[in-house]
C-alpha cells in the first residue's frame, strides 16, 4: 500500500465478535496507521474499579477512580499493550469477567466523559483506525470513513469461543452466546451513546465474509480517498 496515502482517520463500530478488532489491525498495518483499541480503555476502567471494590454503578467511586487513573498504550512487538500507572494489563483485561464488567461501567456517565477526552487526545493528527462502540456516532462524529461490522449472534459466539479455548478457565460456547447477548443487550440500550451505526456508516455483516474479504471490502471502499 501507498506510504504516501493521505492520513485518514478510520471509524469501526459494531458489537462483540463481528471481528472488529482483527479488521481494525490489518487496516492499519496495510494503511501505516496506528490502530486504537477503545474497549480496552473501558475493561482498563472496569479492572481497576473491581482491584478497588468500587462496583460498576458507584459514580462517585468511579469518578475519584477515573482522576487518578492513568491509562497509556504501548506498542511493542507483543501488539498494542495496556499499561495502567504503569503496570502492564494487557492480560488481564481480557478475561469474560472484564467483559461484562466494561460493559456495565461503560454505562455510567463519569467514565465516558473521562474515555471521551483520552480518545480525542489519541485521535489529533490522524492517520488512525479507531475501534469501538461509539466511534463514528459521538467520539469522531467527523471521521472520515466509518464502518459498522456486524454478524449473527451465533457466529460471533463461534469466534470468541474459538479465540478463547485452551485458555485457563474457558467458558463453554452456551456461555459465551448467553454473554454476548446479555452484553449486546446493554451496550445497545443503554442510554448514553449506545451501540448503534452512523448514519452515514458503511454497513459489513461478516456473518459469511472471512476477515481478508473483510478488510478486502473495506480497503475498496476508502481506496479513492487515499490518493
Ligand atoms: O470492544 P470490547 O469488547 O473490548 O468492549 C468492552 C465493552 O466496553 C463493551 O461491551 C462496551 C464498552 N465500550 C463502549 O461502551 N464504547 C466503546 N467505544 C468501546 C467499548
Given at each position: 500500500m501507498n506510504t504516501n496515502a493521505k492520513l485518514l482517520l478510520i471509524t469501526i463500530d459494531g458489537p462483540a465478535g463481528a471481528g472488529k478488532t482483527t479488521a481494525s489491525k490489518i487496516l492499519a498495518e496495510r494503511l501505516g496507521y496506528k490502530y486504537i483499541d477503545t474497549g480496552a480503555l473501558y475493561r482498563g476502567v472496569a479492572y481497576e474499579a473491581k482491584k478497588s471494590n468500587i462496583s460498576s454503578d458507584d459514580d462517585a467511586g468511579l469518578e475519584k477512580l477515573c482522576a487518578t487513573l492513568s491509562l497509556e498504550f504501548v506498542r511493542s512487538e507483543k501488539g498494542l499493550r495496556l499499561f495502567s500507572n504503569k503496570s502492564d494489563i494487557t492480560d488481564e483485561i481480557r478475561?469474560?469477567?472484564m467483559s461484562m464488567l466494561a460493559s456495565a461501567v461503560s454505562a455510567r456517565m463519569v467514565v465516558r466523559k473521562y474515555l471521551l477526552f483520552q480518545q480525542k487526545e489519541l485521535g489529533k493528527g490522524k492517520g488512525a483506525v479507531f475501534e469501538g462502540r461509539d466511534m463514528g456516532t459521538v467520539v469522531f462524529p467527523m471521521a472520515d470513513v466509518k464502518f459498522y461490522l456486524d454478524a449473527s449472534v451465533k457466529t460471533r459466539a463461534k469466534r470468541?469461543?474459538?479465540?478463547?479455548?485452551?485458555?485457563?478457565?474457558?467458558?463453554?460456547?452456551?456461555?459465551?452466546?448467553?454473554?454476548i447477548k446479555h452484553r449486546d443487550e446493554n451496550?445497545?440500550?443503554?442510554?448514553?451513546?449506545p451501540l448503534k451505526a452512523a448514519e452515514d456508516a458503511i454497513i459489513i455483516d461478516s456473518t459469511e465474509l472471512d476477515i481478508d474479504a473483510v478488510v478486502k471490502h473495506m480497503i475498496s471502499c476508502i481506496q479513492n480517498l487515499l490518493s
Open positions: 478475561t469474560p469477567e470468541r469461543y474459538k479465540e478463547l479455548a485452551g485458555k485457563k478457565d474457558s467458558p463453554a460456547l452456551e456461555q459465551i452466546e448467553n454473554d451496550d445497545k440500550n443503554r442510554k448514553l451513546a
